[in-house]
């Protein structure tokens, strides 16, 4: 397991009980491993992570990053500007499935970062900006449960 510390939320979300409780929980993750088909400790993927650290707190999800933005359980978002600590975030690459499966799940952390099980480079639960990269070209929209 690896330690991250190299991420601030922002106080003001860590007022919100819903969002202290489930930052509470998926940081205690942070580090652990990837595992594809994962949603428990001993290896997550991305929308096993999601899952998991939802039903800690009470909320049923889906297993399937596709599943969950396509459940109907919260209400949608469409810019990350309207994202707040807490809320999914989905990511969809239109080369896969015309851009109707989503290939990437997470929880917004508020301050632009999320938490998430990642498989890229050494993989695992992890913090990273939605303005990198391949998160910023694919974000497709978050959820709020």
Partial sequence: KKEYTDYDIPPEALEDEQFAAIITEAEKYLGYPYVWGGSSPKGFDCSGFTMYVFKQVGVSLPHSATS??????????????????????????????????????????????????????????????????????????????
């Avoid at 301050?111 to 694919?138: D, E, K, M, P």
Wanted: proline share 1%; aromatic share 12%.
């Fill in 68 to 145: 969950q933005w396509q459940s109907g359980k919260g209400q949608k978002l469409y810019s990350s500007s309207e994202l707040q600590s807490g809320d999914l975030v989905f990511f969809c690459d239109p080369s896969r499935s015309k851009g109707k499966t989503c290939s990437h799940a997470g929880i917004y952390m508020g301050g632009g970062q999320f938490i998430h099980a990642s498989s890229a480079n050494s993989g695992g639960v992890i913090v990273s900006s939605l303005s990198s990269g391949y998160y910023n070209t694919y974000f497709v929209g978050g959820m709020r449960i």
